[in-house]
């Protein structure tokens, strides 16, 4: 089956993927009065009274915005904003199934940071969260960064943080079974984007202390010119030995290789330069860095990828709907460092000792235990760090 046409297909079929649907009956008079005029006005004065209350009396609870402006949109790249509806009411529909939370798709026509940032503040009280998706970097951490600053529920860029979560989760795991200490082990991340830089600063959290960041010209060097602000933030913290190179000198004599960037950019060669047990996940989607065959015979002992199709599958749905689910639950003003970190260990978890392998570091996407088990985390590391409201 061609997937792209099935797909297009059914697309044609469903004529969009999520739909609203009442939670109250409406038929007869009484129902009417009760859910809508006269009765409605009683909650609406109550939230007035106490804004608080709009938690508890509407759906607000439980909904998240999911919102893009269509300039990087899956790897299809600036395609629009209705272009990019389909794969935001996808997410939609992720996020029922997997953590039962309401969510509806907003795409912004507009690429200037203020006007979106606008956009979104004015419409946040009608939410619990807000989920970005598919925004060009460097764009995309300064949207993030303004709305944090204004906004009174949590702001979450799937693409940097729920990517990140899901491999330093991967890599716990990994690195359990190969017996190396987070501590010690040299990580490259080739792919200073949106997803390569947020994963860098989570792991560096996470405990990791020799990063290397790599993006299409080599590696990221305090004083290069070509970069941009983020990524001159990042070469502040990463790469501390000052090494000038390529993707290939990077990859020498490290542990663990992490691509997020372009298709069969890594070679045989250069996994065979890494230390033994290495540890490689090529992510590019839909050809990885380098092919998971070509990484095993080249000597690689874990390779994780974004296909469904391979062993290890490093897929964002493992993350996102647990951790707006334990942020709803709690009411938390904002998803933090302590959240995220304790989402990557609750996910970890669900793979047992006895059942951690080189092809399973990962517990599946239809594991149900972790839409609860990421929830449960997320708001204990809420609490603990001041985060929740309830």
Same mark, same amino acid.
């Given at each position: ?6 797909? $297009? ?7 969009? &993927?999520?739909?609203? +649907?009442?939670?109250?009956? #409406? ?17 609406? /004065? ?19 915005? =999911? ?19 389909? =794969? ?13 939370? *309401? ?18 503040? @004015? ?8 989920? @970005? ?13 303004? /709305?944090?600053? #204004? ?7 799937? *693409? ?5 979560? =899901? =491999?330093?989760?991967?890599? /716990?795991?990994? @690195? !359990? ?7 010690? %082990? !040299? ?20 405990? +990791? ?5 790599? *993006? ?5 060097? &305090?004083?290069?010119?070509? $970069? ?23 990859? &020498?004599?490290? *542990? +663990? ?13 250069? #996994? ?30 874990? %390779? ?13 749905? @493992? ?20 959240? &995220? ?50």
């Amino acid at each position: 089956m061609d997937i792209r046409q099935e797909s $297009l297909k059914k697309h044609y079929e469903w004529n969009g &993927k999520i739909e609203v +649907v009442s939670r109250t009956p #409406i038929t007869n008079s009484e129902e009417l009065s009760l859910a809508y005029t006269p009765g409605v006005a009683e909650p609406c /004065l109550e939230i007035q009274k106490d804004y608080d209350k709009s938690f508890k009396l509407t759906r607000r609870n439980n909904l998240v915005a =999911v919102i893009t402006d269509g300039t990087a949109v899956l790897g299809l790249g600036d395609i629009g904003p209705e272009a990019g509806m389909p =794969v935001m009411e996808g997410k939609c529909a992720l996020f029922k199934e997997f953590a039962d939370v *309401d969510a509806f798709p907003l795409c912004v026509r507009s690429k200037d940071v203020d006007e979106i940032v606008r956009t979104i503040y @004015l419409i946040s009280g009608s939410f619990g969260g807000i989920n @970005l998706e598919d925004i060009a970097a460097p764009r995309c951490f300064e949207i993030e960064r303004k /709305l944090k600053e #204004i906004c009174d529920i949590p702001v979450f860029h799937d *693409d940097q943080h729920g990517t990140a979560v =899901v =491999v330093a989760a991967a890599m /716990l795991n990994a @690195l !359990k079974l190969v017996k190396k200490d987070i501590k010690e %082990v !040299k990580v490259v991340i080739n792919g200073a984007g949106s997803a390569g830089i947020a994963i860098a600063k989570h792991i560096i959290n996470m405990g +990791v202390q020799n990063l290397i960041l790599c *993006d299409r010209f080599g590696i990221i060097c &305090k004083g290069d010119g070509n $970069l941009n602000s983020e990524q001159a933030l990042m070469s502040e913290i990463t790469n501390k030995e000052q090494i000038h190179g390529t993707l290939a000198d990077a990859l &020498k004599d490290s *542990d +663990v290789f992490i691509g997020v960037s372009a298709p069969n950019i890594v070679s045989e060669e250069m #996994i065979g330069s890494m230390n033994q047990d290495a540890i490689v996940f090529s992510m590019a989607n839909p050809t990885p860095e380098i092919m998971p065959d070509k990484a095993k015979n080249a000597g690689a002992r874990i %390779v994780g990828t974004g296909r469904s199709d391979f062993p290890n599958q490093i897929n964002n749905v @493992l993350a996102f709907p647990g951790i707006f689910r334990g942020a709803l639950d709690c009411r938390a003003k904002e998803i933090n460092e302590e959240m &995220k970190a304790a989402a990557s260990k609750a996910i970890a978890s669900l793979v047992s000792d006895e059942d951690l392998s080189e092809e399973y570091i990962l517990p599946f996407a239809f594991d149900k235990r972790i839409g609860q088990t990421v929830a449960e985390a997320v708001i204990e590391a809420a609490r603990k760090s001041g985060a929740a409201r309830i």
